[in-house]
Structures are given as structure tokens and as C-alpha cells.
């Protein structure tokens, strides 16, 4: 018997790989904001996203002068990891910023 498959993954599913990554947008918060950091970001900037090492783990990040921001977390977050490495590059303009959380439009730099 061949079982039911994995559990889960929720939302999106094929969906998300139809998504080129030219044109893959993610709106989302950021997640453990880094207070330090966030401090110094405004409204409409443009920071770049990265993929780092982080306890072990890779994680999709947003940095600031260097600093990480704070994470990223979507139901499109592997596409997102499979387009940067594959080569594409993302960056995330604050949409809002409100007692420590920051909102981002995550968009191919091209866009």
C-alpha cells in the first residue's frame, strides 16, 4: 500500500509553483523584528532580502544596513527560496510600520 502522501503544506499547493519567479510578489510581516534594527527603517524603503544561516537552519530574511530586520514567513516561502536559488533577486519595500511590526511587499528586484 502506498499510503495518502504527506501531510499537509495548507493553501497554495501546485498553485505556487505555477508562480515565475520574475513575478512573484509575497505581502507579509516580518517576523521577530529585530527593534534595534527597525528602528531606523521607514515607511516605502527598499531592503534587500537575503537567505542566511541561522541556528543551524536557512532563513529568509530582510536586512538593514547589514542588520537583519526581522524573518520572513508566507505560505509562499519555498517558492521564494527556489527562486533566489535559482538566481533571482528579491527585495521588500515597507508597506507599514506600527508598534514594532513592520508589513513588506516582497517583489523580484526586477519589478
Known sequence: MS?????????GGAA????????LVIETQL???????????????????ES???????VVVV???GQVAG???????QRLRE???AGTDY?????SKSNGQVRVSVRPVSL
Do not use: Y
Open 83 to 85: 527562486c533566489m536559488n
Open 31 to 49: 517576523t521577530s523584528p529585530n527593534a534595534a534594527v527597525i528602528a531606523g527603517i521607514q515607511v516605502n524603503d527598499v531592503l534587500p532580502v
Open 63 to 65: 536586512v538593514h544596513n
Open 3 to 11: 499510503g495518502s502522501g504527506g501531510g499537509g503544506g495548507g493553501g
Open 16 to 23: 505556487d509553483w505555477d508562480i515565475s519567479c520574475d513575478t
Open 91 to 95: 527585495e521588500a519595500k515597507v508597506l
Open 71 to 77: 524573518g520572513l514567513a508566507a505560505p509562499q516561502l
Open 52 to 58: 542566511r544561516q541561522m541556528n543551524g537552519m536557512t
